[in-house]
């Protein structure tokens, strides 16, 4: 199992998935992704509430309702995930804004509505046919693209920014950036020609 995907409310993926029935089909027919029906959806979520449930040691990714979780779930996967290196993802409708974090693990908090959409399908085809993938996949195909347009603006406001505390700030939002795009050089004024090299390579794949 590559996938485990915890969804108690399957009504959802018919209200916002695109091709309604087609699309939940296609998702229940790849081999690696073990999404189970409701009953069986809620016993696995309330032995995560109780934090005793075992985890497939092939698993490298876990996607759940989030507000089927309590505390201790929460709590739970997060250290589970955290030890294994397993990336997880949180949907919910009551999640207003997205939250990336790949400080000990790679993490996704998002908004129902922007989790079920077209993009869903290619990416869980790519994490089960081992292919590399990032979880900012699921929230924008043009992810790095906007990551490395923000970068080389930050790097240009430095060159006019005056106050101390705001360069500090730009300066930890770039390694931030750079950690997330995984670039092998530094986020700065030096390496400004490289960054727009690899802006338009980007633009061009696109």
Known sequence: MKIL?????????LQFLPNKE????????????????????KEIIAEINQGDYNFSESLLLI?????????IGTAYLNKVCQREKIKLVFFSGAISQLIYNNETFEMLDINSADFYTKRLIPFMERVTNGQPFHLLEIANEQWELSYLFMARQIIYNLKLEKEDDSIDSMLKKLEQIQKIVNLDFNL???NFTKLNIIIKEKILQS
């Not at 915890?6 to 959802?12: A, I, K, M, S, V």
């Not at 087609?22 to 959806?41: A, R, T």
């Open 63 to 71: 996607i759940v309702h989030k507000s089927a979780l309590d505390t």
């Open 22 to 41: 087609k699309d939940v089909e296609k998702i229940q027919s790849f081999k690696g992704l073990y999404m189970p029906e409701v009953s069986k959806c």
């Open 5 to 13: 995907f915890l969804e108690d409310r399957p009504g959802r993926q």
């Open 188 to 190: 700065n004024e030096d």
